[in-house]
């Protein structure tokens, strides 16, 4: 046993550092812009930034493990330094903030990181016959990142102890943030660090000799087995409900099932030494367990095809190749005598990773079918929009149950694609217009709501030696008002808001028309990423309005209500 010293530990991080450079960078870049956000020592970073380093190390690791054999030493950086600068152009063109990264872009993003991930355990082990240094590099690498995980928990603990300590007996008043710097280093700097300094090297990687313990035998074979009997017989049972009511409406099923399909192959994956040395009950399982679940696949088949049918989703997309993977995985185990079990991992993430990037993939699919579902059914094209001056007689014809099928449809693009995937359908600016506005009426006097909501994180109190929250809504009770130290009053058709304090003669006129009408001609969003941390500034020498929200409805840009008003008043 080797014992610790300096120089071991010097040589132990020369090496991590020489082996993943990449990965170390993306590492300390992260914690660089954590450092500095939780001290606000610079700006707020653009969330690509933290997507970029984020994908990087995931990306970088699975690259460094897959070229590492490469001779020559150059081409081993120069191809990951590549595969870094995709990563980087990629998130280059991603919104600047998350809230704006709609759900397709979000799971794309999700399958990506996810499949680079998985990938790290299988890529150095493409060749045949070399599933037995697969189990064990995976093994290995799986409990080494527990045992990071540990020890970054077991340190952070003791810091926070030992630093509160000090808080206590000294007075010291620590600030929260050092915790917080505390945490980032245990958890990213070390833990991390750790990790990939434990992965076993190049040579030791390809080791072929298995070793099942008493902890993964018993998980395995006498806990997830058992469940996955409980799942068998709970959906088997319900199978044959299925059969006698001829009823598909349920969609919980598929999510069993998969949990099911999950169990096994997990099973199968954790007792492949077990195999090896001829245990019966193992090698029967690996080979016939899909294949006794195949009239399940058959019963999600049907329940996945109703559902699309009904309102396809993108869920239900990947749903879809989920199912048909299972045949395919089902019929692959059954004729290979579950010999090479490293294909259970690289075909879903071979499988996602393509229906995810393609140009053809679930998400733009889904998008495509949508939009056609909603042409056939408004009688609408891009070129023929339907504009807020006609009268929509097509829309108002439809039966309750088609119209709902078309609000689910509007409701599902608009949640997870954005509005203005919608917007060449229509002639109004569906940013501001309630697109069913538009659908149902045949003048443009309806009202359509606006807001202007300012991310803010610090204000300015500028000498004010009062400070009191400004809160006006038209539901707003006597009492409330009544028990409040301010009084908020729109005068003038909503020209001016009077700001009123009980306790001091001041008296406020601040006037809003302008501001309301530039908000409505901006055409502004419900969350204006624009206008960030843009607050509503008013000043004097005696006292400081900041307005961060303001909404309500509108029928014409000078015709408008004001229904909701949040702000502060600093009194000097």
């Not at 080494?144 to 810091?159: N, R």
């Not at 280093?185 to 080791?207: E, R, S």
């Not at 999950?262 to 492949?272: D, P, T």
């Not at 060449?424 to 006097?445: A, C, E, G, N, Q």
Request: with cysteine.
């Amino acid at each position: 046993m080797k014992r610790f010293s300096i120089n071991l530990l010097s040589q132990k991080l020369k090496l991590v550092v020489t082996r993943f450079p990449i990965s170390i960078l993306c590492v300390i870049g992260f914690s660089v812009m954590c450092f500095d956000s939780i001290n606000r020592l610079q700006p707020e970073y653009p969330d690509q930034l933290w997507l970029f380093f984020s994908l990087g190390f995931v990306i970088s690791l699975t690259a460094t493990l897959w070229l590492e054999n490469f001779k020559i030493c150059f081409w081993r950086y120069a191809a990951t330094a590549a595969l870094l600068l995709l990563c980087g152009i990629y998130c280059f063109f991603l919104p600047s903030k998350f809230y704006n990264i709609h759900t397709d872009i979000w799971l794309q993003i999700e399958i990506i990181g996810a499949s680079f991930w998985v990938a790290a355990f299988f890529i150095s082990f493409l060749k045949k016959k070399s599933d037995k240094a697969f189990w064990a590099f995976t093994k290995e690498v799986n409990v080494q990142l527990f045992i990071a995980i540990l020890f970054g928990l077991v340190l952070y603990l003791g810091l926070v102890l030992a630093v509160y300590s000090l808080d206590r007996l000294f007075d010291l008043r620590i600030e929260f943030e050092v915790y917080l710097n505390l945490a980032v280093v245990c958890f990213i700097l070390f833990a991390v660090i750790y990790f990939l300094a434990n992965i076993p090297n190049k040579t030791d990687k390809y080791n072929e000799e298995l070793s099942l313990n008493k902890v993964f035998k018993i998980l395995g074979l006498y806990i997830l087995i058992p469940l996955l009997g409980i799942y068998i017989i709970i959906l088997y049972a319900y199978f044959a409900k299925t059969i006698v009511s001829w009823d598909f409406s349920e969609s919980w099923v598929s999510s069993i099932i998969g949990i099911a399909v999950s169990c096994g192959l997990l099973s199968i994956l954790i007792l492949y030494p077990l195999r090896l040395q001829g245990h019966k009950f193992t090698t029967i399982f690996s080979r016939y367990f899909m294949l006794c679940l195949f009239p399940l696949f058959v019963l999600m088949s049907i329940n996945i095809v109703k559902r699309l049918f009904d309102h396809p989703t993108i869920d239900q997309g990947y749903a879809l190749w989920f199912n048909l993977w299972c045949y395919g995985i089902g019929l692959y185990l059954f004729i290979s005598k579950a010999k090479q079990i490293k294909w259970i991992v690289i075909s879903p993430v071979v499988l996602f990773l393509l229906i995810s990037i393609l140009p053809f993939n679930v998400a733009s699919v889904t998008k495509y079918i949508l939009l056609d579902r909603l042409e056939r059914t408004l009688n609408i094209t891009t070129q023929t929009k339907l504009t807020s001056l006609e009268t929509r007689d097509h829309y108002l014809q439809l039966s309750s149950e088609e119209q709902q099928k078309v609000s689910n449809s509007i409701d599902y693009i608009s949640d997870n694609y954005g509005k203005n995937t919608l917007q060449p359908y229509f002639s109004d600016d569906i940013s501001i217009v309630s697109i069913y506005t538009v659908l149902k009426s045949d003048t443009f006097d309806a009202t359509s709501d606006f807001e202007f909501a300012a991310d803010f994180e610090f204000i300015e109190t500028h000498g004010a030696d009062l400070f009191i929250p400004l809160k006006y809504g038209v539901y707003v009770s006597r009492d409330t008002e009544a028990d409040s130290e301010v009084k908020l009053t729109l005068i003038d058709n909503n020209k001016f808001l009077i700001v009123e304090l009980k306790s001091r003669p001041v008296k406020i006129e601040i006037p809003v028309t302008d501001i309301v009408s530039q908000l409505i001609k901006s055409k502004a969003p419900r969350n204006l990423s624009d206008n960030e941390k843009q607050l509503l500034i008013y000043e004097n020498d005696k006292f400081v309005v900041y307005i961060y929200r303001i909404a309500g409805e509108y029928s014409e840009i000078e015709n408008f209500t004001i229904n909701n008003i949040s702000g502060y008043l600093f009194v000097k």
